[in-house]
């Protein structure tokens, strides 16, 4: 496992309060996370029901994402790192496995993660986005791509911090980090890659997938929904097929 520091540059911001109500618990076990403690979520998002949700889902495409025989695995805002654990025990063939969080905290916090679910190889990056390993992920593409994005509409000044309000604070829309993101992605997918992605009914996720279709993929679907509280949560699938 190696941890690497990329410098960025972002203004700190007051963290808000936020109460999340966990009340759909997985169907799934989750990775072991019993190393990080109640003094780790005060500066890195706790799983909640749209982990829940994500986790459940990767166990229901287990057949589906071992058919793309996945050789490089990432995941973006990685937080906990429960995601990528998460995927790492659904793969039958080892992956290599890239993670990056602006947030200093929760890059520490998935490292530990990786270590303490085994996984074979792992990078984590501090970083924006995988801006870090942009050019050599596209000479080998990402085969699977995990995103938990900040999706809670918020006033776009609370973007852009590399604190705990970067995993939440989504501003116009809660879609302008996707949005900023979206774009990017026909240049470090693989030729069969698949982008798997957290939204809510306010981020309008019909135009997230048409947004994902004009950009290259090939299909974009809502695969997985559950209310949770007061949000209604789902999880889009969008699939590339490059031509060589």
């Not at 996370?33 to 229901?60: A, G, I, N, R, W």
């Not at 080892?94 to 916090?109: E, G, L, R, T, V």
């Not at 000479?139 to 776009?156: A, Q």
């Not at 604190?163 to 939440?168: D, E, G, L, V």
Request: aromatic share 8%; glycine share 6%; charged share 20%.
């Amino acid at each position: 496992l190696r941890y690497c520091f990329c410098r960025i540059n972002s203004p700190c911001s007051n963290v808000r309060d936020s109460v999340r109500l966990k009340m759909n618990p997985p169907c799934a076990d989750l990775p072991s996370l019993d190393h990080l403690t109640q003094q780790d979520y005060m500066h890195v998002y706790e799983p909640s029901d749209d982990t829940y949700l994500f986790v459940d889902t990767l166990e229901s495409e287990k057949e589906y994402i071992n058919s793309k025989n996945p050789r490089v695995c990432a995941e973006i805002g990685g937080g906990s790192g429960c995601l990528s654990a998460a995927l790492s025990r659904v793969l039958k063939e080892p992956a290599a496995f890239f993670i990056s969080d602006i947030n200093p905290f929760a890059a520490q916090a998935c490292l530990k993660t990786l270590k303490a679910n085994k996984v074979a190889y792992g990078e984590v990056l501090n970083a924006d986005f995988l801006n870090c390993i942009s050019s050599r992920l596209e000479r080998f593409g990402i085969d699977i791509l995990l995103f938990n994005p900040p999706y809670v509409v918020t006033p776009s000044e609370e973007i852009g911090t590399s604190n705990i309000a970067a995993s939440w604070a989504g501003g116009v829309n809660g879609r302008e980090v996707l949005d900023r993101l979206i774009p990017k992605l026909p240049g470090i997918m693989s030729n069969t890659g698949t982008f798997y992605v957290v939204a809510i009914e306010e981020n309008n996720p019909d135009n997230i997938c048409q947004m994902l279709l004009e950009v290259g993929f090939n299909q974009a679907k809502v695969i997985s929904r559950r209310k949770a509280y007061n949000e209604k949560l789902m999880i889009i699938r969008a699939d590339m097929i490059k031509q060589n």
